[in-house]
Structures are given as C-alpha cells and as structure tokens.
C-alpha cells in the first residue's frame, strides 16, 4: 500500500519514561547503600607506587618506597588542614606505641612548618613522614582526599587501602589481622 505508515504503539514510548526513572532510582539507591570509606583502589595487589620524596623534619633526608619494603608497613596520608586527620591521631599513636607494624607518614599538600609544629604538639607516630607539598605522589597513590591509608607487604606491593580515619576498631578487627596474616604470625 503505497504512501502508508505504520504508526509506532504508543503504549510503549508512554511506558519509557517509567523504565528509565525505575533503572535511574534502582541505581542511585544501589549508590547510596554503599560505605563510602570502601573505595576500591585499582592498586590492591600491585606494587605501590614509587617514590623518593624529603621528610617532613628535614629536608636533607629523604624517605622511599625502598625504605619501607622488607617489612609489612602502614602509610598514612595526613595533612595540618585536615580535621578528620586530627581525630585519628591519638590511634596511631597507639598503633606506633604496640610495635606490630612500623607506621609512615605522606604529609600530602600541607605546609612544612605546620606539620613539624603538629608532630611537636601532638606526638609523632611516624617512624618518617615523607613531605609532599604538591600533591603528586598522593596522585600516583589514588589519594582522593586526607585521611588515607594503605597497608603495604614487605614485597612492596599494595594490600589494603581504607579511606577515613583509623579508628582502635578498625586496627584491631582489620588492620591488625591482616598485619599478622602478611607476616605469617598469629595474634
């Protein structure tokens, strides 16, 4: 039949709209369910990235991925301007003070000065604090924002990355555990 068109059925495209807000609703709640601290880093199981970056105290020492390999370590990402990074302190004092684990610092976009008076003021937990002024290494690290930290193995590689602060429940019902299983210890 010339010049007929078959007219599409319009149930369907009133129907669209409805599909599209229910997928667009089941996706978002799936978002909002989800614990922001666990954000999955693309570095769990590969080597941490490398660098050679001064120490916060002084700029004549230098602190490298090397220096921490050999050993299970705990970096942590802190910063003076960062409250979160404040209300962890007093954990990884104590987490330094039990000896399981030698913890280091990436003072990440911070002025020198200031976290020398912070370590001075509030104790420093760190057996070095690597000083990172413009941010880059916290980059090739994934850092999306201070407190951060990761678990390394002795081998150098990546095990564990929690976002946040470190609280004494998260060392002693993660942290901890997995410090002794990478050193094939038990507690």
Not at 22 to 35: C, E, Q, T
Not at 74 to 93: G, I, K, M, P
Request: proline share 7%; with cysteine.
């Amino acid at each position: 039949m010339p010049g007929y068109r078959h007219k599409p059925d319009m149930k369907l495209w009133h129907a669209l709209p409805a599909v599209v807000f229910v997928a667009l609703v089941s996706f978002l709640a799936d978002g909002l369910s989800r614990d922001p601290r666990l954000v999955p880093s693309p570095l769990i199981g590969k080597p941490a990235p490398d660098f050679a970056l001064q120490t916060v105290n002084s700029p004549d020492a230098m602190l490298s991925l090397a220096d921490l390999k050999g050993q299970v370590s705990l970096l942590n990402v802190w910063a003076t301007w960062c409250f979160a990074c404040r209300a962890e302190h007093d954990a990884l004092l104590a987490i330094a003070e039990t000896k399981e684990v030698r913890v280091y610092g990436l003072n990440w976009k911070d002025e020198r000065q200031a976290a020398q008076q912070w370590l001075r003021q509030l104790g420093d937990p760190y057996a070095a604090s690597a000083y990172d002024p413009d941010g880059k290494t916290g980059i090739d690290f994934g850092v999306y924002g201070a407190p951060e930290t990761f678990v390394l193995a002795p081998d150098g590689t990546v095990a564990y990355k929690h976002v946040g602060v470190v609280t004494a429940e998260l060392w002693r019902d993660t942290l901890l555990p997995l410090i002794h299983q990478l050193n094939g210890t038990s507690g």
